[in-house]
Nanobody, 126 residues
Framework: VQLQASGGGLVLAGGSLRLSCAAS????????IGWFRQAPGKEREGVSS????????YNADSVKDRFTISTDSAKNTVFLQMDNLKPEDTAVYYC????????????????????WGKGTLVTVSS
């Protein structure tokens, strides 16, 4: 399994960024795939996930109505459109995947996703 994230950068508060993650080595539509983030000095947080085969998505309360996850199955790529960014969104964002449930991104006692790519840094300045 390989997960290659891109699209991070520096943006002003209120701005937008789109993260991309090119995936390979597994049946893309059959896996849950999404994003975790980790801010300096904080625990990692599941942000958003999607499982195309089941037609389900998960979004953390902290990003609902601002972040949108989507996929391009033809390119085995998952996107995270981030709008109305806030300074508290500053973090390293990791593309992650798992053959199990999208709820591995929500915590609640479930194990985190099995596969992790290298992160991409998102910095939101006020």
């Amino acid at each position: 399994v390989q997960l290659q994230a891109s699209g991070g950068g520096l943006v002003l508060a209120g701005g937008s960024l789109r993260l991309s993650c090119a995936a390979s080595g597994f049946p893309f539509d059959d896996y849950a795939i999404g994003w975790f983030r980790q801010a300096p000095g904080k625990e990692r947080e599941g942000v958003s996930s999607i499982k195309k085969r089941d037609g389900v998505t998960y979004n953390a309360d902290s990003v609902k109505d601002r972040f949108t996850i989507s996929t391009d199955s033809a390119k085995n790529t998952v996107f995270l459109q981030m709008d109305n960014l806030k300074p508290e969104d500053t973090a390293v964002y990791y593309c992650t995947a798992d053959r199990g449930s999208i709820h591995r991104w929500s915590g609640g006692g479930l194990l985190p996703p099995a596969y992790w790519g290298k992160g991409t840094l998102v910095t939101v300045s006020s």
